[in-house]
Structure formats: C-alpha cells, structure tokens
C-alpha cells in the first residue's frame, strides 16, 4: 500500500483554558424564555411540541457548566489519531485509525448534520480491530465536513455535496487508498451516496442509512409500510422542517445565535438530537449527555454553528435526479429516523443493493444510539458490499 504524502499533517486538539472559563461564563450569565405554554407533565413527544422544555434545557445547562469534562472527549480525539490536510484551499480535518490487520480494507465514515466526528467516536475501535476475529476490518477515516468541528470554515460558497465527495476522494488518495468503501447518514448518507455515483472507479461500494429516489416516484405498489414511511417523511419535510428552510436559505442570520449564544446552541441542536432519535421522550434515554454536549461543545470552540449551517445553503435539494449508483450498495432504514425511504424508490436509483436492513430499533443517529447494532450491520452490509466485488 503507498505510503501517505507529505501534505497529511498530525494535529492535536486542545482549547485553551480561556475558552472553557468563557463557556462556564456565559452559561452561568444566560438569559432564559419563560416556561413553554404547552405542558405534558408526563414523559412523551407532546412535551417538546414547542421545541426543548425549558426545564429540560436547565438541568442540562447546568450540568454542561458544573459536570462535563470537555478535557476527556479532547483526548478520545488525540488518541485515535487526529490529522489536517488542504484540498482546494480549505483545511480538512479527519481522524485515521489504522486497523493492525493485513486484510483490512479502507473505509470512509462521513458524519452529517448537526452531528460531528463525535458521531462515529465510539465505533472506530470496533471497526478497526473487531474483536470478532471472522468481522471484517477497515483502515477508518472519519473527516469533519468543511465547516465544521476543525476543518477550515470555507470564505466562499461552491462547498455542497458534489465538491466534498471529490474531495474525499482526494483525502483518502493522499492516504494511500486509491479504492475504499463508505458509509454516511444524513447528509453524510447524500455525500456516500455521490461518491458511489460519481466515483465508482475509486468507491467499492457504500452502505447508508441515507437513500432518496429519485423524484416523481408513486407509491403505487408499495406495502402497507412502505406507504407510512413515504407519508411519514412527506410530513417531516411538511411540518417539521423549519430548521432546513432557515439554514438553506439564511444561514448567517441564525449563525450570530449559534456563535454568540452557547445556550442558544444547544437547544439548536438538542432539539433535533431528541426529535430525530428513536426514544419515547429525551434523546438520553439512548444518547449519554456527555456524547451530545462533546457534539455541541466542539461546534461551540470551533465556533462552527454558521458555517456548518451553510451546507444547507449550499446543498438543500441539490441531489442529482439524473444521479445513478452502481457499486454495490447496503442500506439500512431505521425506524426511528424521520426519513426512511422504500426500497422500491431506492432501487430507482441504487442499481446493485446487496443487503437492506430495517431493524426494531434505531433513530437518526445508530452509531449513538445503537452502536453494538450499527457496527454489527456496518460490518455485515460491507462484508457482502465487499462480496459482491469478487
């Protein structure tokens, strides 16, 4: 395997004291709404209909300030192996795990939003060293998109989906992998998804939790299931997606609250972490708050909350219609994400599914919310991804 080029960096991860002392600070100076109107003492969905209860934001509020330790996520971080590198002028961060087998393949991890490298943070290990001797292995590489967590913030628009896949393309060459797998969700799924379609010389497959078909499709056909998962999504995008709408079409306007305000952050993005997760109330019934707020600080220290918005901007419907992929493709619908696509749409567009998956359990967010799981499947899906190649 060629070695990696000269233009790969190590790079450490480590705030300054001062940022951290202003963070408490500002927590602790936060100006709070009153109570929400609409109020469900007991636990369900119905006690978020007016976004993030404002006693649920206190109790987290308070224990960001008082109980997290930012200094134990900084460095999971530099253990795995944290490095940067410039591809068309913007600084790339990634972490690269090196897997000790002979016969493990390369494989790209691609994070969405409002979720970061801390997405995928415990599920590298597995992946690269299973403990299963019979599981595949991978070479893991897990970028931050640009705009986000430590990669540059781009000055100028043209960073969407098509331009990022190329660039990973460009990362994992300059690794020393010429072919590689990938897998994303969100819009990590819709980057894996133009690197499958886009690439197929380099990407030997993909696996998802992410599929879109193409446009125009009918649900004529479609199972009794199939139809609530169309309708399901149809009313997402409908009635629940304000976040999108703001971000794609005015995204520093939002930014000064996501920059300024590190409580108005947090609800932001704590918000969709309890909407989009496969849970009956609060997303810490699956997600520990320590992993959400290692999320929200990194977007807090980075100062990131307008940039990574811009990706709305930049790629809001933007999915190719004409886009086909061929390489063989796994994919995984979890019950509990807000858009789950039926596999007669998906195969309009992924030719070569070599494994679907819908499990009893899983949101948006599997790799937190359901890591043994996810990695399991992971493994599998690109174990016959992998299969299908021979």
């Known amino acids: 395997m060629p070695s990696p080029t000269s233009d790969v960096r190590a790079f450490e991860a480590r705030a300054t004291d001062a940022d951290l002392d202003d963070l408490r600070a500002r927590l602790a100076a936060a100006r709070l709404p009153e109570a929400e109107t609409v109020r469900h003492a007991a636990p369900g969905p119905r ?57 493990a393949t390369p494989l790209i991890l691609t994070h969405g939003w409002p979720d970061s490298v801390a ?14 001797a019979d599981a595949p292995a991978f070479h893991v590489v897990v970028p931050s998109l640009p705009g986000f967590g430590y990669s540059d913030r781009p000055a100028t628009t043209g960073w969407g989906t098509e331009k990022i896949a190329a660039a990973w393309v460009e990362l994992m060459g300059r690794l020393g992998y010429s072919r590689f797998a990938a897998h994303g969700g969100d819009w990590g799924g819709n980057i894996t998804t133009v690197l499958g379609g886009r690439f197929p010389a380099h990407v030997l497959g993909i696996h998802t939790t992410f599929a879109q078909g193409p446009p125009g499709l009918t649900t004529d056909g479609l199972t009794a299931l199939e139809r ?100 063989p493709s796994a994919l995984t619908m979890y019950p509990g994400d807000v858009e789950k696509c039926p596999r007669p749409w998906a195969q309009e567009r992924y030719r070569r599914i070599v494994r679907w998956r819908s499990p009893e359990v899983g949101g948006h967010f599997p790799s937190l919310e359901v890591p043994g799981y996810f990695v399991r499947d992971l493994q599998e899906g690109l174990a016959a991804v992998l299969a299908a190649q021979r």
């Not at 996520?73 to 410039?86: C, I, K, M, V």
């Not at 068309?88 to 897997?99: A, E, K, N, Q, Y």
């Not at 909407?275 to 609060?282: F, P, V």
Request: charged share 30%.
């Open 47 to 103: 006690r978020w209909e007016q976004g993030v209860p404002l006693a649920d934001l206190v109790d987290v509020v308070d224990y960001w300030r008082t109980g997290y330790d930012w200094r134990s996520f900084e460095e999971r971080l530099n253990q795995l192996g944290q490095f940067r590198t410039t591809i068309d002028g913007l600084g790339i961060h990634f972490l690269h795990r090196r897997s000790p087998r002979a016969d």
């Open 119 to 132: 997405r995928f943070i415990d599920v590298v290990d597995e992946l690269a060293d299973p403990k299963d």
């Open 228 to 327: 609530e998962w169309a309708e399901e999504t149809r009313d997402f995008w409908r009635h629940r997606a304000a976040y999108a709408k703001q971000q794609a079409t005015r995204p520093q306007t939002i930014g000064y609250s996501l920059v300024d305000s590190p409580v108005g952050l947090l609800a932001w993005i704590l918000d969709k972490f309890t909407e989009w997760s496969d849970t009956e109330d609060s997303p810490f019934e699956r997600i520990s708050r320590d992993r959400v707020l290692d999320d929200v600080t990194l977007y807090w220290l980075t100062r990131t909350g307008a940039s990574a918005a811009r990706i709305y901007y930049e790629s809001h419907d933007s999915l190719d219609p004409e886009l086909r992929v061929d390489v």
